[in-house]
């Protein structure tokens, strides 16, 4: 089993800290930051994810992924996020190479699409008609040019903007997350355990980790979903973006 996954990367920055007082200049919190902790996040999180449920996974992903930084300032002790500081988020490159890349050795692509610029709508067509299994992650409107792919994966947000351009033929593919409700699909709700929640940051990668594998594995979508599910009810009960 082989997987490719096509999207953009960052290094996700947890910081956290403690916050005891008021800054005496201005009414502002005063952070103390005791721990740091760095990952590769975006489509890199995918690809460890599908790496860590023993998959073989190649990543197609811009170069300079180190140099965009998204930093998180966390309260250690109520893990509140006091603030988010994204750097070099204009940098993001675009892809190049569709035409290098051996689509046939893979039994499923994920397009893992931040909609940053690294993926246009071309190119997400174009891959759709290299490859029969395309699982796309987008945050993008969806429109035509996302009908090649397999399985389409939006959150609830994401669905609510893109509703008035999902064609009939759509909806038969579409996958709509929904935090801590599960997932929805085909108007069928996959409920997932209440649990405690400590950090969504890259559940939604996990969740599509998850799918693809039990899929490629099974060929079963209502199974894959329910692992899917389960898969990412075990990392949002931990801190940062983490893999199962």
Not at 71 to 98: A, P, Q, S, V, W
Not at 120 to 135: L, Q, V
Not at 180 to 198: A, L, M, Q, R, T
């Amino acid at each position: 089993m082989k997987v490719l996954v096509i999207g953009e990367s960052c290094n996700d920055i947890f910081c956290y800290g403690t916050c005891d007082r008021l800054c005496p200049e201005v009414p502002v919190p005063v952070f103390n930051p005791t721990e740091t902790l760095t990952n590769p996040g975006m489509a890199k999180n995918v690809q460890k994810n599908i790496q860590s449920l023993g998959v073989d996974a190649d990543l197609c992903t811009n170069k300079n992924w180190e140099r965009i930084k998204k930093t998180r300032y966390i309260d250690y002790r109520t893990n509140y996020m006091f603030m988010r500081l994204d750097e070099n988020d204009n940098l993001y490159e675009k892809f190049e190479g569709i035409d290098d890349i051996d689509f046939l050795k893979y039994d499923a692509v994920i397009l893992s699409d931040y909609n940053k610029g690294f993926l246009s709508e071309e190119d997400i067509h174009n891959i759709g008609i290299k490859h029969d299994c395309i699982f796309l992650d987008t945050k993008k409107i969806l429109g035509d040019w996302c009908d090649l792919s397999k399985y389409i994966k939006i959150n609830k947000y994401e669905f609510e903007r893109s509703k008035h351009a999902v064609a009939p033929q759509m909806k038969e593919k579409l996958i709509v997350t929904l935090g801590s409700s599960g997932c929805c699909y085909k108007n069928k709700i996959y409920p997932v355990p209440k649990v405690e929640i400590k950090d969504l940051s890259g559940a939604g990668d996990t969740f599509i980790a998850g799918l693809v594998v039990k899929y490629v594995e099974t060929k079963n979508i209502k199974k894959s979903l329910i692992y899917a599910n389960e898969c990412a009810t075990k990392v949002v009960q931990k801190r940062g973006v983490s893999t199962i």
